[in-house]
């Protein structure tokens, strides 16, 4: 379609605002049309569903007369799990660029699984470079592994006690 000479002058185009004028009437009328076919009354179709979903093989709760599984929201069940004993830390330099590298030792040995994210730092390369050393020499300490999750060396996980991780499947370096 060919622009008109109003498009070029920046005028709107007379013969749309009248095109416009003629779609918002039927709209209108139609508007009208549905309001009174809304007032009948409305007939709601019900479908049953042929088929059930089937127990699930490791359920042992209460089950409805059809056979489902039935989860009482109400009920209040003694849960025997215990409390996780590990955890994932994730760490951060201080506001004086330094990691808490006693903490972390403690956490590491009780456990827990330590992400350590260093991008905080961005236009900080010897601090990194310390923070990486520190690193370096708690591994070397403790026998820790570090892994690199990123490319710029700048997110280390760095795996607790007892804690194993499948390196012929994951490549973390």
Known sequence: MAPKIWHFL????PEEN?????LSNSNKINQIKNTE??????EIETTV????PKIKN???????????PFHDLGLKVNSTNKIPSNALRYVT???MNRLPIDSMSSRLFQGDVVVVDLSVMVHMESQK???RQSLKQLSSERGIPIWSLDQKDSLLLLPG???????????LI
């Not at 569903?49 to 059930?52: A, G, I, K, M, Y």
């Open 10 to 13: 920046g005028l709107p185009d």
């Open 18 to 22: 009248v095109e416009r004028k003629k």
């Open 37 to 42: 076919e809304e007032k009948k009354p409305v």
């Open 49 to 52: 569903q042929s088929e059930l």
């Open 58 to 68: 490791n359920w042992d709760g209460p089950i409805t007369p059809k056979g489902e």
């Open 93 to 95: 330099p201080n506001s």
């Open 129 to 131: 470079r310390a923070c």
């Open 161 to 171: 006690k007892n804690i194993l991780i499948d390196r012929s499947k994951y490549d």
